[in-house]
């Protein structure tokens, strides 16, 4: 049964960062593509970033590049997200995501529709 279990999310000050950690089983995700997406109040589900398999490529929505990284380590099996220099807009819950289809190791992907599978999310609230 594949499971992704989020964790690290808070309440952080304006200027703070965070850092989420996404705990996947099931399966052995290093060769596929995974990413982090988000959702605020009243808002539609938005990506955020986005890594290939094996950690290759990576990809940011313009709202966080140069303030978020994502990385994975294949070894444990997880996928992370170091948010610096947080913002109030940044107020979320975050999912993971993996897509288990994925034939291409090198490929990230920036749409819900290309993933298969999601996390029961994780709050993130920064205060201005």
């Known amino acids: 049964q594949v499971q992704l279990v989020e964790s690290g999310g808070g309440l952080v000050q304006a200027g703070g960062s965070l850092r989420l950690s996404c705990a996947a089983s099931?399966?052995?995700?290093?060769?596929?593509?995974m990413g982090w997406f988000r959702q605020a109040p009243g808002k539609e589900r938005e990506f955020v970033a986005a890594?290939?398999?094996?950690?290759?490529?990576?990809y940011y929505a313009d709202s966080v590049k140069g303030r978020f990284t994502i990385s994975r380590d294949n070894a444990k099996n997880t996928v992370s997200l170091q948010m610096n220099r947080l913002k109030p807009e940044d107020t979320a819950v975050y999912y993971c995501?993996?897509?288990?289809?994925?034939?291409?190791?090198?490929?990230?992907?920036?749409?819900?529709?290309?993933?298969?599978?999601w996390g029961q999310g994780t709050q993130v609230t920064v205060s201005s």
């Open positions: 099931g399966r052995t995700f290093s060769s596929y593509p």
């Open positions: 995501a993996v897509d288990l289809d994925q034939r291409y190791a090198t490929v990230v992907l920036t749409t819900e529709a290309q993933y298969d599978y």
């Open positions: 890594i290939s398999g094996y950690g290759g490529n990576t």
